[in-house]
C-alpha cells in the first residue's frame, strides 16, 4: 500500500489517480498509523516552502514520515513535497525545512526567462543510484515543471537529473531509500507514468 500524505497542500488526487491507473493500492491519508503501515510513502507539496511546513508541522505527520524514512521505507517526493525535504528555503527565510537532506532551496535566477518555470522541460538525466527512478527513459525525456525555487544540494551526488532554463537546474535528487522529483509526474504523461512504476517496482 502506497501512503500519499495529505497535510492540507498538493495536488493529491491526480497523484492517487495516477498509481490506480497504474494498477497500485494507492491511498490519500492524514492518518499517521496509516503511515507506519505504508509499503512506500508519496510527499506531494504545492504553494509556498513557509506555508508547506507550517501545514505540515501542525498535520501530525512529521514524526511518522521521519521514522518511516529510518527504517528504510521507499519515499518520493514531488515539487514542494522535494524542497522540504532540505534545511531551509529562500523563499521563507527562518523557517526550517524537514532537514533530511542536507542543503537549500534557492530562487531561480533572473535572466530574463519568464518566473515561475512553467511547462514542459526536458530532462538531463545523471542519475548515478540503483534505485532506478529513470528506468526505462532515454535521451532527454520531457516533464512537466511549475516552480520558482530549486534544491541545491550541499552535495551534488545526491542529484540524478538536471534541466535547463537559464541556469541548470536540479530536478530530482535520491539519497538511500529517498527520491525526489521538482516536476510533476502525475502531469508527465506516459514519461511520468514510468517514473511512478518504477517507483512502484522499487
Known amino acids: 500500500m502506497i501512503a500519499i500524505l495529505d497535510y492540507g497542500v498538493g495536488n493529491l488526487f491526480s497523484v492517487e489517480k495516477a498509481f490506480h491507473s ?7 491519508t492524514s492518518d499517521p498509523s496509516v503511515v507506519m503501515k505504508a509499503d512506500k510513502l508519496v510527499l506531494p507539496g504545492v504553494g509556498a516552502f513557509g506555508d ?3 501545514n505540515f508541522e501542525a498535520s501530525g505527520l512529521k514524526e511518522a514520515l521521519k521514522e518511516r524514512i529510518e527504517a528504510g521505507t521507499p519515499m518520493l517526493g ?3 513535497g522535494l524542497q522540504i525535504l532540505f534545511e ?5 527565510p527562518g523557517v526550517p525545512g524537514l532537514g533530511i537532506l542536507k542543503g537549500k532551496v534557492c530562487k531561480i535566477r533572473d535572466t530574463g526567462l519568464k518566473i515561475p518555470h512553467m511547462g514542459w522541460n526536458s530532462l538531463s538525466i545523471v542519475d548515478n543510484h540503483d534505485n532506478g527512478l529513470f528506468k526505462g527513459l532515454s ?3 520531457y516533464v512537466y515543471f511549475v516552480h520558482s525555487f530549486h534544491a ?3 552535495k551534488s551526488d545526491i542529484i540524478t ?4 532554463y537559464g541556469e541548470k537546474l536540479t530536478a530530482s535528487v535520491a539519497y538511500k531509500n529517498i527520491m525526489a522529483a521538482q516536476f510533476h509526474p502525475e502531469k508527465s504523461g506516459d514519461v511520468g507514468l514510468q517514473i511512478l512504476k518504477n517507483f512502484l517496482d522499487y
Do not use: F, N
Open 78 to 80: 514531488i515539487c514542494v
Open 152 to 154: 541545491v544540494p550541499d
Open 88 to 92: 531551509s528555503s529562500e523563499e521563507s
Open 22 to 28: 497504474l494498477g497500485a493500492d494507492a491511498v490519500v
Open 52 to 54: 508547506c511546513m507550517k
Open 161 to 164: 537529473s538536471v534541466t535547463e
Open 139 to 141: 535521451g532527454q525525456p
